[in-house]
């Protein structure tokens, strides 16, 4: 199935805009390569899925999945938008419950591809439920694709997938039903992406550079 809304490509080519243009946090200084997504860029496209899920969904109520940590930005400027959406169109105002979980992947032989959830035991409450995942970042896709089979199981009535940011790494082949941006195969951090708990708290989407990979490395952190 095609995505309802398929994303911005940000080609592999381009190169952003230099830190220097914009108010970023005095830490986090020499530490950018570039901001690739201007938060207000950034805020208008959500307003724009926002739209798009309400529409595709339609009256039909919504149980909202928030991926913590790196998806709690997201997550809450599109279900505002939302609400907002449905507030002042013509039909009937649906009902939103959300829900926010952590999910761990095992990489060992025992349990390869397998996806834990941490934060919530029981997800039978889905049962029924047009569920709407809200990640940050989708990479390779394999953990999305686990984890939708997991929803799924519950006997949802549909599982859609919203993500901020899709990369183009080799090899994946998943496309979330609504995306903001393709990007690059870059180490993006802001808009509550992080890098080891750092970068959170940048109002726009920017690409790390290797001083600041040093820098907010966990070695080099421990050492300070």
Known sequence: M???????????????YHPDFFCTPKLYQGSLECVLLPGGVVRDRIEKLAQDIAED????????????????????????HIKKYNHYAT???IRISVDFIRLKSYKDDAAAGQVQIIGKEDLSVLTGQNVLIVEDVIDTGRTMKELLTLVKSYHVKSAKVASLLVKRTKGNFYRPDYCG????????????????EYFRDLDHVCVIN???????????????
């Open 2 to 16: 095609e995505p309802v809304s398929p994303g911005i490509i940000i080609p592999d080519d381009y190169k952003g």
């Open 91 to 93: 039909r009937n105002t």
């Open 210 to 224: 290797e001083h600041g990979k040093k820098r907010f490395s966990t070695s080099y952190l421990n050492r300070n």
């Open 181 to 196: 941006f393709e990007v690059p195969d870059k180490f993006v951090v802001g808009y509550a992406i992080d890098y080891n």
């Open 57 to 80: 969904i339609g009256n039909e109520p919504i149980f909202a999945l928030c991926v913590l940590k790196g998806g709690y930005k997201f997550f809450t400027d599109l279900i505002d």
